[in-house]
Nanobody, 123 residues
Framework: VQLQASGGGLVQAGDSLRLSCVAS????????MSWFRRAPGQEREFVAS????????HYGTFVNGRFTISKDRTENAVYLQMNSLKPEDTAVYYC?????????????????WGQGTLVTVSS
């Protein structure tokens, strides 16, 4: 599986943005697709994940209902809808995949990564 992330850009605080991650190759129902992000000078952190075979999803603690992860199995794509964006959400956002639970938040447990898409939120 290869992943291609897109949708980043420059927005103002309070705006919304939707990121997309399109996968090439077959994705099995046991697979989980996730979003991580890396802010300047920070470690990469978990944002959200979703199980490919059902709607089980999981979010990082900082999300607080502002982001929603979803998938479209016909498009082989995962999306991250981000609302009420804040300057501290500025980061490169990566999609990633792993076989197994979506409740895994350690980046080392993810075997497939997309190239990242930059989100910049101005104040």
């Amino acid at each position: 599986v290869q992943l291609q992330a897109s949708g980043g850009g420059l927005v103002q605080a309070g705006d919304s943005l939707r990121l997309s991650c399109v996968a090439s190759g077959r994705i099995f129902t046991s697979y989980s697709m996730s979003w991580f992000r890396r802010a300047p000078g920070q470690e990469r952190e978990f944002v959200a994940s979703i199980r490919w075979g059902n709607d089980n999803s999981h979010y990082g603690t900082f999300v607080n209902g502002r982001f929603t992860i979803s998938k479209d199995r016909t498009e082989n794509a995962v999306y991250l809808q981000m609302n009420s964006l804040k300057p501290e959400d500025t980061a490169v956002y990566y999609c990633a995949g792993r076989s197994g639970s979506p409740y895994v938040t350690n980046e080392r447990d993810y075997s497939v990564w997309g190239q990242g898409t930059l989100v910049t939120v101005s104040s």
